[in-house]
C-alpha cells in the first residue's frame, strides 16, 4: 500500500509521489480504500477556490470580515491594510475557509482529486519587498491541508494560478489586479522557475506532498499565441529542465516524476508543445464554461455542445475548470433560475461529466461558495440535489444517447 510505506518515512524524508492515479500506481486512503476504484481511474475532482488565492465575487462576505472590503484582489488588501494585519486575516481566512471536514465530505461524494491553485508569493524569498504585497505564512497550511488530503486518498494537482507580474490583466485570480499581463519576460519566468524547482523538492521530499502527482506551470495565461509566445518557446522548457533537474538530483526514479501540466491547445495560448524536446509525464488542461463561449443560449443547445465536446487535442487531458454557470444576462431568467430548472442542471452536469471522462477526468470550480448559488458550489449542488453522491449514477441517465 503506498500511502502506508510513504507514513513510515519522515516528513522530509524522501518520498516518491509522483504520478497519474491508476496509469502509474494505485494509492489508497489511510483506511485501505481507493477512491479511484469507482471512477475506473478517472479524475473527479474540485478546486478550491479562493482558499490561497482569494477572488472576491466567491465569498465577498468573508472578504470583508478579513478587512479587504472594496479591494480587488489580495495585492490590493495587504497593500491597503498592511503586512501584519494581512497575515493575521488571512491565516484565519486559510484555517477555516477549507478544513478538515471538507475534505472528508468531497470523499464521502465520491470524489478522489483536489486542484489546490497557489501562487508563486507562497515561497516567500520571491516576493520583492519593496514593491509587492501578498499575505505570508501560507505555505504551512497548504501542507496541512495536502496532508489531510494524502491521509484521505486524494489525488493532488498542485497549479501555479498567479504567476510572477500576473498572466492576465484585471483578474483577482493572479493574486494582483494588475493593469496589464506583465508575466510573459524572462526575469519573471526565472521568478516562476524558481517557485517550480522549490515546489518540486517539497512535493518529494515532504510526507504531507505525498499525493501531489501533478504540478500545472501556469494557470490560463492569456489567450493570444503571438503574445506569448516566449512562453511556449522559453518558459515551458526551461520549466520542464528545471523541474526534472530538481527530480534527477533528488534521485528520483523515472517512474515517480511529476506529471507537468499545461494548458492544452485549446484553451488559445499556442501549441504547448512547440518547443518541448521531451514530453514525457506531461499532462494538458482545458478549462470549459459554455457560460461564455460562442454557443446558442438554450438548455437543449448546452446539452448538446457538452455532449458531443470532444477535448482531446492532446493526452492526457483534465478539464480542470468546468461549472454550471450559464450567461450573466440570462441567469436569472425563468428558463435558467436554479429553483425551477434542477432537472436541466442534472442533465447538463450528466452531459459535462460524460464528455468530460472521455479523456482524463474533470474538476469542478469550485468546492465551495457564498453566492447562493449552486452553479458555481459542488458542495451546494450537492445539498440541492443537483449532483449526486453516486456519481457513477449519471450514466443511467442516458442524456447523451
Given at each position: 500500500m503506498i500511502l502506508k510505506q510513504a507514513a513510515t518515512l519522515s516528513a522530509f524524508a524522501s518520498v516518491a509521489t509522483a504520478w497519474l492515479p491508476e496509469v502509474n500506481k494505485q494509492i489508497t486512503s489511510n483506511n485501505g480504500t481507493n477512491?479511484?476504484?469507482?471512477?475506473?481511474?478517472?479524475?473527479?475532482?474540485?478546486?478550491?477556490?479562493?482558499?490561497?488565492?482569494?477572488?472576491?465575487?466567491?465569498?465577498?462576505?468573508?472578504?470583508?470580515?478579513?478587512?479587504?472590503?472594496?479591494q480587488k484582489s489580495e495585492y490590493d488588501c495587504v497593500a491597503n491594510i498592511g503586512q501584519d494585519a494581512a497575515n493575521s486575516a488571512f491565516q484565519k481566512h486559510w484555517d477555516t475557509w477549507i478544513t478538515q471536514d471538507d475534505i472528508a465530505e468531497m470523499q464521502s461524494y465520491g470524489l478522489n482529486t483536489i486542484r489546490v491553485p497557489v501562487g508563486y508569493w507562497l515561497k516567500e524569498d520571491l516576493v520583492y519587498s519593496d514593491s509587492e504585497y501578498f499575505p505570508q505564512g501560507g505555505f504551512e497550511y497548504v501542507e496541512r491541508l495536502c496532508g489531510w488530503a494524502s491521509d484521505a486518498g486524494l489525488y493532488i494537482i498542485m497549479d501555479l494560478h498567479g504567476a510572477p507580474g500576473a498572466q492576465t490583466a484585471k483578474n483577482a485570480f493572479t493574486g494582483q489586479y494588475a493593469d496589464s499581463a506583465g508575466f510573459f519576460q524572462d526575469y519573471q519566468y526565472e521568478r516562476a522557475l524558481?517557485?517550480?524547482?522549490?515546489?518540486?523538492?517539497?512535493?518529494?521530499?515532504?510526507?504531507?506532498?505525498?499525493?501531489?502527482?501533478?504540478?500545472?506551470?501556469?494557470?490560463?495565461?492569456?489567450?493570444?499565441?503571438?503574445?506569448?509566445?516566449?512562453?511556449?518557446?522559453?518558459?515551458?522548457?526551461?520549466?520542464?529542465?528545471?523541474?526534472?533537474?530538481?527530480?534527477?538530483?533528488?534521485?528520483?526514479?523515472?517512474?515517480?516524476?511529476?506529471?507537468?501540466?499545461?494548458?492544452?491547445?485549446?484553451?488559445?495560448?499556442?501549441?504547448?508543445?512547440?518547443?518541448?524536446?521531451?514530453?514525457?509525464?506531461?499532462?494538458?488542461?482545458?478549462h470549459r464554461y459554455l457560460k461564455w463561449a460562442n454557443v446558442d443560449?438554450?438548455?437543449?443547445?448546452?446539452?448538446?455542445?457538452?455532449?458531443?465536446?470532444?477535448?482531446?487535442?492532446?493526452?492526457?487531458?483534465?478539464?480542470?475548470?468546468?461549472?454550471?454557470?450559464?450567461?450573466?444576462?440570462?441567469?436569472?431568467?425563468?428558463?435558467?433560475?436554479?429553483?425551477?430548472?434542477?432537472?436541466?442542471?442534472?442533465?447538463?452536469?450528466?452531459?459535462?461529466?460524460?464528455?468530460?471522462e472521455k479523456q482524463q477526468g474533470w474538476v469542478f470550480w469550485t468546492w465551495k461558495a457564498q453566492l447562493g448559488d449552486y452553479r458555481w458550489s459542488y458542495q451546494d449542488a450537492v445539498d440541492a440535489g443537483v449532483i449526486p453522491t453516486d456519481l457513477n449514477s449519471v450514466f443511467h441517465m442516458g442524456v447523451c444517447n
Open positions: 477512491l479511484f476504484t469507482n471512477s475506473n481511474g478517472k479524475i473527479r475532482g474540485v478546486n478550491l477556490g479562493s482558499q490561497f488565492i482569494f477572488e472576491p465575487w466567491i465569498a465577498e462576505s468573508v472578504w470583508k470580515d478579513m478587512g479587504c472590503d472594496g524558481k517557485f517550480l524547482e522549490w515546489m518540486t523538492t517539497n512535493v518529494h521530499q515532504n510526507d504531507a506532498f505525498r499525493n501531489v502527482g501533478m504540478l500545472e506551470i501556469v494557470n490560463e495565461p492569456l489567450q493570444d499565441a503571438d503574445q506569448v509566445s516566449s512562453m511556449r518557446t522559453s518558459y515551458y522548457p526551461q520549466a520542464f529542465d528545471r523541474i526534472r533537474a530538481a527530480e534527477e538530483q533528488l534521485n528520483i526514479d523515472r517512474n515517480d516524476y511529476l506529471h507537468i501540466q499545461m494548458m492544452d491547445e485549446k484553451w488559445g495560448s499556442g501549441d504547448p508543445n512547440e518547443a518541448l524536446k521531451d514530453t514525457y509525464y506531461t499532462a494538458y488542461d482545458d443560449v438554450s438548455q437543449d443547445s448546452f446539452i448538446s455542445t457538452s455532449c458531443s465536446d470532444e477535448l482531446d487535442s492532446s493526452t492526457p487531458t483534465i478539464v480542470g475548470e468546468w461549472s454550471l454557470s450559464v450567461p450573466d444576462d440570462v441567469e436569472n431568467d425563468s428558463d435558467w433560475s436554479t429553483d425551477s430548472n434542477q432537472d436541466f442542471y442534472k442533465r447538463w452536469f450528466a452531459a459535462q461529466l460524460t464528455a468530460y
